[in-house]
Nanobody, 116 residues
Framework: QVQLVESGGGLVQPGGSLKLSCAAS????????MSWYRQAPGKERELVAA????????NYADSVKGRFTISRDNAKNTVFLQMNSLKPEDTAVYYC?????????WGQGTQVTVSS
C-alpha cells in the first residue's frame, strides 16, 4: 500500500532553515508528481510546492517563492522541501501528498514551528 513518511520538522528561529523529507513506498515513485502541503491552526490546508516526476518542473505558492525549494531523489523514493528564511507565518503541519490511481494519499505530517 502507498505510504508517505515525513521527517525533519522542528522548532526554528525566524530566519532559520529546515529541510523536510518524505520517504515514499508502495507505488512507482518516479512516475508521479509529488507535493508538499501545509496546514496552520484554524486555516485550510494549502499547497506549498509540487514537483513533476522527473523533477524538471516545480511550482510554488507565492508566499514561499524564493525561500523554499522542492526536490526529489527518485533512486531513494524521497522528496524534499528545503525551507530557508523561515517566518513565523510558516508555522504549520507540513504534509507530503501524492495522487495514485485516482486516490489521494497523505503522510502523517511533521510540525514546523518558527518562533523566537
Amino acid at each position: 500500500q502507498v505510504q508517505l513518511v515525513e521527517s525533519g520538522g522542528g522548532l526554528v528561529q525566524p530566519g532559520g532553515s529546515l529541510k523536510l523529507s518524505c520517504a515514499a513506498s508502495g507505488f512507482t515513485f518516479s512516475h508521479y508528481v509529488m507535493s508538499w502541503y501545509r496546514q496552520a491552526p484554524g486555516k485550510e490546508r494549502e499547497l506549498v510546492a509540487a514537483i513533476t516526476s522527473t523533477g524538471g518542473i516545480t511550482n510554488y505558492a507565492d508566499s514561499v517563492k524564493g525561500r523554499f525549494t522542492i526536490s526529489r531523489d527518485n533512486a531513494k523514493n524521497t522528496v524534499f522541501l528545503q525551507m530557508n528564511s523561515l517566518k513565523p507565518e510558516d508555522t504549520a503541519v507540513y504534509y507530503c501528498y501524492v495522487r495514485v490511481r485516482m486516490e489521494n494519499y497523505w503522510g502523517q505530517g511533521t510540525q514546523v514551528t518558527v518562533s523566537s
